[in-house]
């Protein structure tokens, strides 16, 4: 009794353990087939207007200004300007010690006349030779004088003349060594070289200077036509094929916020601004030029400012959320015969098409996802141009991003929401 008594509850047990194996793989072939629902929201494909940006950031600089560097060195013994100081074409900016220019030029003076008197020795030599080989001369010609003598007075006039066109040209040289000394002592003194502002002084008065011919000596100071400014700002190398001279653009001086200064695109650097260059972090800009058409007399040099710039307007153009669009990459048949004609090398263009990402946008059709290829134009911050593959009022994706970026397939089943003034999501 006891033996039978212990075989129905072994039974019980096994039977119920059994059933129970049975009813989880019942459960885990259920949710196996159970097709997965992704919640996203939409927006209907519709005209707009759309100007495309291109934002970079930069400085504030006058579009005239000139850096006044020394090219006399020595101690500045007048110094009549300071920085803000309005300032005419010629007016004296600064005046640095002139002794040793002085006593350059005297000496230069003294060099030139004492070259012209030894000049004015020689002619005076040099006539009276010239007059006694023409004397023998005459004389040889009547036989009455010999060719020795004839020679000896060629030879003394050929010397004398040498001797002379040689003091001409230390008479040169002295007059040019007496103008260099001029002009370096006229290096002493520096006038404004235009109208307008000093917009920086680095120097003090007592403030000794070094001065070059080769390379620029110690910068001075810098003046400034204010009534013209410019920002200039570095752009990216992408965006820079966007942009062309007379752009419009808003500058936004960060000293002034909240409020926007117009401007047009007056240049395009050529040369790339490269920063970081053989790291990680290298980056490749170009800098443009902005003239600021209402600056005023606020804005001043080395400002800190943000510009956006309208490269493209469009008007009642069909658009989507620019977050709808997303590459994927393009699958072809790769059973496609290939012709008794074409090369191996079809095959692996086959390969390289099979890799090439598309832009498309999901639309909601029968609460499922249905993938469109699209051509896309300008954008703003917002919304893209749709050239090609939509008619308009199609619901296409706008959210979530990770949906419309990994998530979603063709034929993907989806719910869509609304998103409530909370942005709550709310289920439709």
Same mark, same amino acid.
């Given at each position: 009794?006891?033996?039978?008594?212990?075989?129905?509850?072994?039974?019980?047990?096994?039977?119920?353990?059994?059933?129970?194996?049975?009813?989880?793989?019942?459960?885990?072939?259920?949710?196996?087939?159970?097709?997965?629902?992704?919640?996203?929201?939409?927006?209907?494909?519709?005209?707009?207007?759309?100007?495309?940006?291109?934002?970079?950031?930069?400085?504030?600089?006058?579009?005239?200004?000139?850096?006044?560097?020394?090219?006399?060195?020595?101690?500045?013994?007048?110094?009549?300007?300071?920085?803000?100081?309005?300032?005419?074409?010629?007016?004296?900016?600064?005046?640095?010690?002139?002794?040793?220019?002085?006593?350059?030029?005297?000496?230069?003076?003294?060099?030139?006349?004492?070259?012209?008197?030894?000049?004015?020795?020689?002619?005076?030599?040099?006539?009276?030779?010239?007059?006694?080989?023409?004397?023998?001369?005459?004389?040889?010609?009547?036989?009455?004088?010999?060719?020795?003598?004839?020679?000896?007075?060629?030879?003394?006039?050929?010397?004398?003349?040498?001797?002379?066109?040689?003091?001409? =040209?230390?008479? /040169?040289?002295? %007059?040019?060594?007496? *103008?260099?000394? !001029?002009?370096?002592?006229?290096?002493?003194? +520096?006038? $404004?070289?235009?109208?307008?502002?000093?917009?920086?002084?680095?120097?003090?008065?007592?403030?000794?200077?070094?001065?070059?011919?080769?390379?620029?000596?110690?910068?001075?100071?810098?003046?400034?036509?204010?009534?013209?400014?410019?920002?200039?700002?570095?752009?990216?190398?992408?965006?820079?094929?966007?942009?062309?001279?007379?752009?419009?653009?808003?500058?936004?001086?960060?000293?002034?916020?909240?409020?926007?200064?117009?401007?047009?695109?007056?240049?395009?650097?050529?040369?790339?601004?490269?920063?970081?260059?053989?790291?990680?972090?290298?980056?490749?800009?170009?800098?443009?030029?902005?003239?600021?058409?209402?600056?005023?007399?606020?804005?001043?040099?080395?400002? =800190?400012?943000? /510009?956006?710039? %309208?490269?493209?307007? *469009?008007?009642? !153009?069909?658009?989507?959320?620019?977050?709808? +669009?997303? $590459?994927?990459?393009?699958?072809?048949?790769?059973?496609?015969?290939?012709?008794?004609?074409?090369?191996?090398?079809?095959?692996?263009?086959?390969?390289?098409?099979?890799?090439?990402?598309?832009?498309?946008?999901?639309?909601?059709?029968?609460?499922?996802?249905?993938?469109?290829?699209?051509?896309?134009?300008?954008?703003?911050?917002?919304?893209?141009?749709?050239?090609?593959?939509?008619?308009?009022?199609?619901?296409?994706?706008?959210?979530?991003?990770?949906?419309?970026?990994?998530?979603?397939?063709?034929?993907?089943?989806?719910?869509?929401?609304?998103?409530?003034?909370?942005?709550?999501?709310?289920?439709?």
């Amino acid at each position: 009794m006891a033996n039978g008594k212990k075989s129905k509850k072994k039974l019980f047990i096994f039977g119920g353990l059994g059933l129970l194996l049975v009813v989880v793989l019942l459960l885990v072939i259920l949710s196996g087939n159970k097709e997965e629902v992704i919640s996203v929201q939409t927006e209907k494909v519709e005209k707009r207007n759309i100007t495309q940006v291109v934002s970079a950031t930069g400085k504030i600089n006058p579009v005239y200004q000139v850096k006044i560097s020394a090219e006399a060195t020595g101690e500045i013994v007048e110094l009549p300007v300071k920085e803000g100081d309005v300032v005419k074409r010629g007016q004296l900016l600064l005046r640095i010690k002139p002794d040793n220019y002085e006593a350059q030029k005297n000496q230069a003076e003294a060099r030139l006349a004492q070259s012209k008197s030894t000049l004015s020795s020689t002619k005076a030599q040099l006539d009276k030779v010239e007059a006694d080989y023409k004397r023998i001369q005459e004389l040889s010609s009547k036989k009455l004088a010999s060719d020795a003598e004839l020679e000896n007075a060629k030879s003394i006039y050929l010397q004398t003349l040498g001797s002379f066109e040689s003091m001409k =040209s230390g008479v /040169a040289q002295a %007059e040019a060594s007496l *103008k260099d000394a !001029v002009t370096n002592l006229n290096k002493t003194i +520096v006038y $404004a070289p235009m109208n307008g502002t000093v917009s920086k002084r680095n120097v003090d008065l007592s403030e000794r200077v070094l001065g070059s011919g080769f390379s620029p000596g110690t910068e001075m100071l810098t003046v400034a036509d204010l009534s013209k400014m410019e920002a200039t700002v570095e752009v990216d190398e992408n965006d820079v094929v966007l942009i062309s001279v007379g752009d419009t653009a808003s500058v936004h001086v960060d000293a002034f916020a909240g409020q926007t200064f117009k401007g047009v695109v007056t240049q395009i650097g050529n040369s790339a601004v490269t920063k970081g260059l053989g790291t990680q972090e290298e980056v490749v800009n170009f800098e443009v030029k902005i003239l600021i058409l209402n600056a005023g007399d606020k804005i001043r040099p080395g400002m =800190s400012c943000d /510009a956006d710039i %309208e490269t493209d307007k *469009k008007a009642n !153009v069909l658009s989507v959320p620019i977050q709808s +669009v997303t $590459a994927r990459i393009a699958k072809i048949n790769q059973d496609e015969q290939v012709g008794p004609n074409q090369q191996v090398q079809d095959e692996k263009a086959k390969k390289e098409k099979s890799n090439k990402p598309k832009e498309i946008v999901f639309v909601v059709q029968d609460n499922k996802a249905k993938s469109i290829e699209v051509k896309t134009g300008i954008s703003d911050d917002t919304y893209i141009e749709i050239i090609s593959g939509l008619k308009g009022d199609e619901a296409v994706v706008s959210g979530p991003y990770r949906a419309i970026s990994k998530d979603l397939e063709e034929g993907t089943k989806v719910s869509v929401q609304t998103k409530r003034k909370g942005n709550e999501p709310e289920k439709k």
